[in-house]
């Protein structure tokens, strides 16, 4: 074979090896595409499902928040607001009827019933309904719709007034203030059975020391009987040493009363022995009677 056709047969099989290489690499590309598409594809669809149930979501969650701002009415931001009179619930609100809260002394439209709310950073808390009374170009005053509670203030700052309150919102306020009645129920039904009980021990008191004083006595009184001076106890003791001295009198009486008693018995005895000697000397027989033992009675 001449050496062009060498040459040539060695660059078609060179060629073909590069060929099979560059084919096999190729389709490995084609293939690994074709993989990152198909996960693409998956992908999508995935998020078109999530973009599809996120947007529904998103929906019902702007509806609910509609029908939430629509049943809380409009709003006003009130600075420097503060209690004028917390006794009767009479506060001053920061905002007036240039900026729509009331209605100036002129005008003959009715003014609103508003809530009070005090804003403390970004947590709220809720004062009350109020009633404007009346209203001036950069405050308006307004008193509780309800009495106050028993030490009750307000706390000055800055208050959101609000012209409506959703219905259950209101419902709830509506329980809190049954609890509040029946709790306050509880605490004068609580105070005045202290406040008895009170008076009962002062009662107790009294007569304890009443009892004392007529136990103890008080020397210090002087339109008094002496037992009301010295007092039962001292009185008792007195009566008690003086039946004790009366005793002892009586124990010596007894004492002094056996002594001469037996001296008196051994007295006749002796006077009867000399009877009989005399008559045993004078020859007289007398009637013999024994002496009477001691402690006995003497015979007649």
């Known amino acids: 074979m001449h050496v062009l056709g060498k040459v040539l047969i060695f660059l078609l099989a060179a060629g073909a090896i590069a060929a099979i290489l560059l ?12 993989q990152q598409v198909a996960q693409a594809r998956e992908e999508y669809a995935q998020i078109e499902r999530d973009l599809i149930s996120e947007r529904y979501k998103h929906r019902n969650a702007q509806e609910a928040l509609d029908r939430v701002k629509l049943g809380w009415g409009n709003v006003w931001m009130a600075p420097n607001s503060r ?10 609100i920061g905002q007036g009827f240039q900026q729509g809260l009331g209605q100036p002394a002129a005008a003959r ?32 005053d307004a008193v509780l719709s309800r009495r106050p509670w028993p030490g009750e203030n307000f706390p000055a700052g800055t208050w959101r007034v609000r012209e409506s309150v ?12 049954r609890m509040q009645i029946a709790a306050e ?21 009294n007569l304890l020391q009443q009892r004392i004083y007529q136990l103890e006595g008080d020397p210090t009184l002087t339109d008094a009987s002496e037992l009301q001076r010295v007092g039962y106890v001292q009185a008792l003791r007195d009566g008690l040493a003086q039946r004790d001295a009366l005793l002892a009198k009586l124990h010596a009486l007894r004492v002094e009363r056996r002594l001469k008693y037996e ?38």
Do not use: C, K
């Not at 003014?111 to 308006?140: H, K, M």
């Not at 039904?189 to 008191?205: F, H, I, K, N, S």
């Not at 051994?266 to 001691?294: D, F, K, M, W």
């Open 23 to 34: 084919t096999t690499m190729a389709l490995d590309v084609r293939t690994h595409w074709l």
């Open 83 to 92: 209690p004028v009179n917390p006794a009767t619930g009479t506060v001053s």
């Open 109 to 140: 439209a009715p003014n609103p019933t508003v809530y009070i709310f005090n804003v403390n950073g970004d947590q709220s808390e809720y004062l009350g309904e109020f009633r404007i009374q009346s209203a001036q170009p950069g405050s308006a």
């Open 166 to 177: 959703p219905f259950n919102y209101a419902a709830r306020f509506l329980d809190q203030y």
């Open 185 to 205: 129920a509880r605490l004068e039904r609580m105070r005045y059975d202290v406040t008895r009980r009170q008076e009962q021990l002062a009662a107790t008191q």
């Open 263 to 300: 001296s008196l018995v051994l007295i006749q005895q002796e006077n009867e022995e000399r009877l009989r000697r005399y008559t045993v000397q004078l020859g007289v027989q007398p009637e013999y009677s024994p002496p009477a033992a001691p402690g006995a009675p003497a015979s007649p």
